[in-house]
């Protein structure tokens, strides 16, 4: 076959052979021919290998650069054309025809725009988010792409930290989860197959852990938690096959992640045996000089090589400076052949050396309605209904509603933070809502222009519409460019005069829907309380706009919960579920005078706003009937933990059922909660189903200040429940 489509070649080419190649086996002698061609490479090539910057344009220059290999990888930008073409001269017109590799950030979606990763784990659908990967990794392998940087796996406790949004909020199970199922979806069953893509578990490690917050501040994380915490994700995504990972801008307990040999060598390669490559982010070796770690962009090389990162991105330290070291004998070049050996890994199994087509379609293909509809259905089940007064659905006898604010039809914003292409097909709340109603049922206010929107001339227009309207649909929140990257905020309100102008939305009397748009969890206590049902959507991406208008009229039924905690205010964070009691735990009821010497706030409760694992529904669950298999298990024995869950209420519906437990004692404190399990499930109203989770001990080891992996025998306790609150408790006992 061909290995090069330079021409107008339509996608449905690279569709027919996606089919033909969807069982590919890895390339075989994979080994063989890394050893063959190392053994032909010169220093200089080797570093090339070591060496990715962003595309820009295929100049004269940058084909040179090809030809002399000094680029093993490029990322974001060029054409497919322009990315043909340098494969061509990559292959064909280079000493040693080693392949490029193109990264790009394909993070929550493609051409088809997906709800923020953050979003996407509020569905506790982990088929869904793997069909969402790789509807994402179709695309954008037919436009030439062979890798993403996603999935970013990142474990966040503090929502003033801006990229909390990419990732699967606080639990490190269901991070691990969401983070297997990215891979499997991006990965596909074999990277060979023309529409599969590598992933990229990012960003190693602990990044999320910013002290106060802020992007690329140091994180301080003691070896128990990053290994039962942090860690966690990233080993489900090297489970599941991951290809790559990229190591984090941050210190780690002083040393920078881009030089950390200790979780990069220790823990990456010989306990997980990843046989893959390590990308830095963005300079994060050079950064190791600011950091205060590496004296100069020598030592940088010096340290970001021996550290274990084998592809420096953007910086240019190893190109510049590790022959020089290698001639001083200061590095061992059996490291620089360690590097080169598994980025040629994942070029061969990306069946790059085998004629791997570089498609160039005819034109930027547009989402598939398939691809949509998968879209849709993500973005519905992302939905987290926070509170409702009787107000949702929206009553059939509804005449017109008013819609308030800007977030109820601004693409851009709801698209989140990382919709760098697609977007065309984005449909928007207001859009959706005047297809669902009519024009004339549906009264628009902007209200206001934006959050940095300092004048309420814009207040009596979104009053009178409301007043003209049987409901105000207010939607509120966060543009997109206030949450990921270098997007920390210290306040976690709706920003700007949101609130003012939602209380005088709500002196008129008329039920107020609130339905928020932002990328973190935000602090919306008064306005909560004016309205009469609370709908958080994240950023929802294309088909937000519909995803949305379905729950208000009820043509669906809200079923997210919360894969992080809400806090009551700022003040309050970290805040999240599985923290440890202490010694004087307040009681759940918040502050009393009779109270004083216990752990809690004078001024607020302890308690957040919403827990991590809530969610309402149009429906009502029941849970009863909790029972264990047994009174004991065995260490290394299984025990099935179930209850029954009913639905009482009048809607069919979903409901997400969370399983946790509790170790009463033991080697050292445990959480009060850890999430083990979960399922979602779908009943009729009147119906009745037993859910059962099988638990075997090993997923209640943990890691004691020695560094040791084990289970204790002890007592424990466990729930079915349906937020990490609340639920069905039994108890069993783990005996040796
Ligand atoms: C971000 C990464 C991203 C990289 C390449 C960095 O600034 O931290 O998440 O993959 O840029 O765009």
Redesign the pocket.
Known sequence: MNAFRTGAIAVCAAAALAVFHSRAAEPANIEQRIDALLARMSLEEKLGQMSQTSFGRLTDQRKEEIRKGRWGSF??GGTPAEKAEAQRIALKESRLGIPVLYGQ?VIHGYQTVFPIPLGQSASWDPELVRQAARIAAREASAVGIHWT?SP?VDIARDPRWGRIAEGAGEDPYLGGVMAAAMTRGYQGDSLASPDSIAACA??YVAYGAAEAGRDYNSAWVPENLLRDVYLKPFQAAREAGIATF?SS?NAINGVPASGNEFTLRQVLRNEWKFDGFVVS??ESVREMIPHGYAADARDAALKGIRGGVDME?VSTTYWDHAKGLVDAGQLDPKLIDDAVRGILRIKFRLGLFDGREQPVPASEPRPAPEALAIAGKLAAESLVLLKNEGALPLPKTTGKVAVIGFLADSAADQNGTWAMSGGGSTVTPLAALRRALGEDRVVYAQGLKSSADMSRDGFAPAVAAARNADAALLFLGEEASLSG?ASSRAYLNLPGLQEELAAEVAKTGKPVILVILAGRPTTFHAVAAQAKAVLYAWHPGAMGGPAITDALLGNSVPSGKLTVTFPRTVGQVPLYYDHLSTGRPAAETGPTASDKFRSKYLDVSFTPEYPFGYGLSYSKFEYSNARASAAQVKLGGRITVSADVANTGQFEADEIVEFYTHQLAGRAARPVRELKGFQRIHLRPGERKTVSFNLSTDSLAFYDTQGKLATDPAAFEAWVAPDSVSGERVTFTVVP
């Open positions: 990322f974001n950030d940087f970013m990012k960003h990229m801008f982010d963005y991105m990257e």
